[in-house]
Every structure is written in C-alpha cells, then in structure tokens.
C-alpha cells in the first residue's frame, strides 16, 4: 500500500508549523526553522491570529473552561453554542442555524438526513468528499453531473423525476475555486420537489457585497436554497461549521442526525471565538476589499507572467499542472524560494489534475503576492521544459 503511493508520488507527509512570524502576517516558521510565507491556508480574511478572536477565546475557556464535557443533547450545550447560533441564523438570513463539530460531520448530518434508501441524490462531479461520503452512508444511489453543469443536472433530475430527492454541491469548489451555477440549480432542485444543498465553505465571509457568500453573489434566498452548509475553520478563522435552514430542517437534524447526537459539542471557548470572528468580518469589511484587490493583482500579473490559470475570480487560484510528480516538484522549488505552496494530487483531484492550489489572504502584501507570481513563473517554464 504505502509503497504504492510513493511509487506513484501520491505519499501526503505533513509539515509541522513551528510558530509565525509577526502577527498580522503570513509568514509561518516550519520544522527546521525554515520561514516561508503561507499561500496554502483557508484563512482567507486573516481572522485565525486576530487579536479580537484570541481574546474572546482566552477570556471565555478562563470562564467556563476548555472542554464541553459531553455531546449537545447530554449537558455540552452552553450558552455560547446559544448565542452563536442565533448569531449565524441572522448572519444567513435563515430562521434556524444549527453548530456542528466540523463540516465534514455537518455533511454527513445533512445527507443521512435528507436522503435514504430508495432515492437518488445527484453531485456535482467535484463536490467535497464529505458530502460524497454523506450519501454513501444515507443508503441513497447517487449520480454525478459534470461540473459546475446546470443542463446535466436538469437532465439527470428529468429522467428519474421520482426518486430524485437532492442536489448538493459545493457553492464555491474548494480545489477549483469556480461557482456552482447555483440559480439554475435552484431551478431544477424546485422543478422537481428536491432539496437543494449548498455547502459555502468558501464563500461565506468572502463572496456577496456584505460576505454572505455565494448566495448572495447570485441573489437568492432560503426559498431556493433551503439547505446552507457553511464552515467556520476558512474565512471565520476558528473552527467549526453550521447548517441553516427552517426551523422544521433544524430540528429534524436534532432529532435524527447521528453525526450531531454522537459526538461532543465543540468548546465553548471555540464559540466564543467564533461569534469575535463574524463581528470582526462585518466591522472591518476592508478585509474583502483587499481579498479581492490581491486576487485580481494575481490574475493579472501571472496571466503577463504566462502561469496558466484557472477561470476562477475567489480567492481560491489553482495552477494545474498535471503530473503529480510535476506538482511536487514545483511545490519543493517554490519551497527553496521561501513560499508555501502545497500540491493537491489524486484523489482529491481527477487524474492528470494534480496542481498547485494557491489560496490568497487579505493578510499577504502586494510584494508576497508579486514575488510569488516570479517564482510560479519559473517554476512553470522549468515544468514545460
Ligand atoms: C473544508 C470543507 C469541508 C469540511 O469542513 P471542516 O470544518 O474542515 O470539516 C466541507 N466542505 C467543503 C466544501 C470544504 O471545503
């Protein structure tokens, strides 16, 4: 098994971060004291060593301590876990939120719940493994669409109109950074009876005139979109995740979502930090300003570079490769020059795909960002060569 995988060059090792550079900054120091600056992270507003998020964390564990003690429905549910929710249903425009540990469990929840035996759900090709495995354990029979293609899902959704219960795709593509096609989606999803399931991890906090995601970047509201899913590890800075939706769907998930019931609640002090990090992310609305402003400074200085990029406009800027070996090796050279790269390779993306995700954050500066476009387009030419 193991030497398969380094035969293939499909081994993962994992880079301990030792520490960061000044606050405030995307400069990590990593085992043996190298410094590089970080172009990997999901911490797209620069919120996860926000001063305000550190204090609400320190001054609530100190409060009512590090641990929750047991799941939601025993005696872990606290006032914070309270407070946020109602926060996040408010922040979603939605009558209920629901916290969950992370979002992988949030998708599990949402697909065992929604989905069962005897119906079939319909994916976007390269939606989140979570959600994937979400239906793999609801019982249901599952169909991918080709990506980020409303007509195939139309298609699909026409030929077996019974039994097509869900449609679930990521909002904003995690490896690709593009957007689901979302009103089109919504069409079909009511054509025919369906829920329809958006997981916004990427977008909330960073898409939409206020960072309410890519539904709001599209217009639309809880009628088409009745299942949000959004994550609070990204833009959000701290870690968990949340489902919104009516008051009937969130109690429906109280009541029957495993993945909810059987695990502990998340620290209170997690929530804490959590609630810091939405205030923060509406006062200081100058973070999605400079998100978008560094993004396009990249596009348009790699396109001059000829790095080849991808049609995405988020934050999310993948430069495919091919080769998992070519991604690795242009993750190691860019490595020498002080950045942090990480190449993504099979399975988490399609054969042939393996590529180097670069992730902006309001946090880097427009030199990191310049320096970075020269090295990817050494690294390109020496790849093509
Ligand atoms: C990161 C991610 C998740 C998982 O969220 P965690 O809180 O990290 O478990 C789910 N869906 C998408 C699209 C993601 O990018």
Not at 119 to 126: A, C, G, M, P, Y
Not at 154 to 183: E, N, Q, R, W, Y
Request: net charge positive.
């Amino acid at each position: 098994m193991l030497s398969q995988l380094d035969a293939a060059q499909l081994r993962r090792q994992r880079t301990t971060v030792e520490g960061f550079s000044a606050a405030g900054t995307r400069g990590v120091r990593v085992a043996g004291g190298r410094e590089l600056i970080d172009f990997s992270s999901n911490d797209y507003l620069g919120l996860a060593r926000h001063p305000a998020l550190c204090a609400a964390m320190s001054e609530c564990s100190a409060r009512l301590g590090a641990g929750s003690g047991a799941s939601h429905l025993v005696s872990g549910h606290g006032r914070e876990h309270a407070l946020l929710e109602e926060e996040l249903a408010v922040f979603t425009g939605r009558e209920r939120a629901l916290l969950f540990s992370c979002g992988y469990l949030a998708n599990l929840a949402v697909m065992t719940v929604l989905a069962g035996r005897g119906e079939r759900v319909l994916l976007d090709r390269l939606c989140h493994a979570s959600l994937i495995d979400g239906v793999r354990l609801s019982g249901a029979a599952f169909r991918r669409y080709a990506h980020a293609d409303a007509h195939a899902a139309a298609a699909l959704a026409a030929k077996d109109p019974a039994h097509t219960c869900l449609i679930a795709t990521d909002g904003v593509f995690s490896m690709d950074g593009d957007l689901a096609p979302l009103p089109q989606l919504a069409r079909t999803a009511r054509a025919h009876g369906a829920w329809l399931v958006v997981d916004d991890a990427h977008g909330l906090g960073v898409l939409g005139a206020t960072g309410r995601g890519a539904l709001e970047t599209f217009g639309l509201d809880a009628e088409d979109v009745p299942v949000l899913v959004g994550t609070l590890g990204k833009a959000f800075g701290s870690f968990g995740a949340f489902v919104a939706g009516s008051a009937a769907l969130i109690e429906l998930l109280i009541q029957k979502a495993r993945s909810y019931i059987y695990t502990t609640a998340l620290p209170q002090p997690v929530a804490a930090a959590t609630r810091a990090a939405l205030k923060v992310a509406q006062s200081e609305g100058w973070r999605r300003e400079r998100l978008s402003e560094l993004t396009a400074r990249f596009r348009r200085t790699a396109a001059a570079a000829g790095v080849p990029l991808s049609p995405s406009t988020t934050p999310i800027q993948p430069v495919v490769l091919g080769s998992a070996a070519a991604a690795l090796a242009a993750q190691r050279s860019l490595e020498t020059a002080g950045l942090w790269v990480v190449a993504i390779r099979p399975p988490t993306v399609p054969p042939g795909a393996a590529r180097l995700r670069v992730t902006l954050s309001a946090a880097h500066t427009d030199s990191e960002v310049d320096e970075l476009v020269r090295q990817l387009a050494r690294v390109c030419a020496s790849a093509a060569t």
